[in-house]
């Protein structure tokens, strides 16, 4: 399948030339795609990798489509896609006349990811940057996604070419950032924060993924990584901490077996109960401002 669309432009900075210009307003460099039946487009970042961000995309859609809400996964993640092994969903992705269909998970998922359109899960996408970011663009507006009350997108960790490609042309309604305890990775995602505020993306809250562990034996909350910097996050930028979710050991065995569906948790619905609150607010905020 060869990618369509426009192609990125800026660069890779916390603030790009035109950004304010290219966003919301449909005039600079990039015209805004137009957000079709889907009501609610939220993306989901990270500083770093290995803090977890697919599994919580996955976990949240999954939550989300247990209370019946029709929710799809854009996986942003071209050259580390996660979100199809999470699910265990296979390709290809067809296109019937009417754009790209997505895939659909068995608990009826609809998915799109760059994973479906190689031969197997160990075959890497070796793509250079201004091709990968026109893929975005056509996995948001080639793609017959249908009428969705929530369109995750599980964004590449950093700020490089694709997060300021989705920043710039896809409308978002905001983002949630993920983090682990460690100093590392706090730091880390302080940079995502800045690049997403500097292009006027709304940060909808944070997410503290391995808070802890809950002791076999005696049931005390054990701090892996040591005391979490979350709560002085969320102050310092003014947005609520929405999910603070521990190891689970048998979410490993889950993703690995493709059968993350499976999950259930309290911790699981708190956040998500939090996100669709956080998401509900800066709704109201933009209709007010308009």
């Known amino acids: 399948m060869a990618p369509d669309g426009p192609p ?7 603030a790009p030339p035109h950004a304010g210009a290219a966003h919301g307003t449909g005039r600079g460099l990039l015209q805004r795609l137009d957000k079709g039946r889907v009501a609610h487009v939220v993306a989901v970042g990270s500083g770093k990798g290995g803090v977890g961000k697919s599994s919580i995309t996955a976990l949240l859609a999954v939550e989300l489509r247990r209370r019946g809400l029709a929710v799809g996964i854009l996986d942003a993640d071209i050259t580390g896609p996660s979100i199809p092994k999470l699910l265990g969903m296979t390709g290809p992705l067809v296109d019937r006349g009417e754009g790209i269909e997505p895939a659909t998970s068995r608990t009826g998922i609809s998915v799109v990811s760059s994973q479906f359109m190689v031969e197997d899960e160990q075959t890497p996408v070796i793509w250079r940057g201004p091709l990968v970011t026109r893929l975005i663009t056509q996995f948001f507006g080639g793609v017959n996604w249908g009428a969705l009350d929530y369109l995750l997108i599980d964004m590449p960790p950093g700020t490089s070419d694709v997060p300021l490609t989705v920043f710039q042309t896809v409308p978002i309604d905001g983002m949630v950032f993920v983090l682990t305890p460690q100093d590392l990775a706090a730091l880390i995602v302080t940079k ?3 690049m997403a505020r500097d292009l006027h993306v709304p940060l909808l809250g944070l997410v503290d993924n391995m808070s ?5 034996h005696c049931h005390e909350k054990v701090e892996l990584f040591g005391k979490s910097r979350v709560d ?8 609520p901490v929405i999910g603070q979710l521990p190891v689970v050991p048998a979410i490993s065995e889950l993703a690995d077996a493709g059968r993350l569906e499976d999950h259930h948790a309290p911790e699981l619905a708190r956040f998500a109960d939090a996100f669709t609150k956080a998401v509900d607010e800066v709704t109201k905020s933009s209709v007010r401002v308009l």
Not at 8 to 14: D, E, M, T, V, Y
Not at 232 to 239: A, D, L, N, S, T
């Open 8 to 14: 990125a432009a800026g660069r890779p900075s916390s």
């Open 192 to 194: 995502a924060m800045n």
């Open 212 to 216: 802890w562990l809950e002791c076999p």
């Open 232 to 239: 002085r996050i969320g102050k310092e930028y003014g947005i």
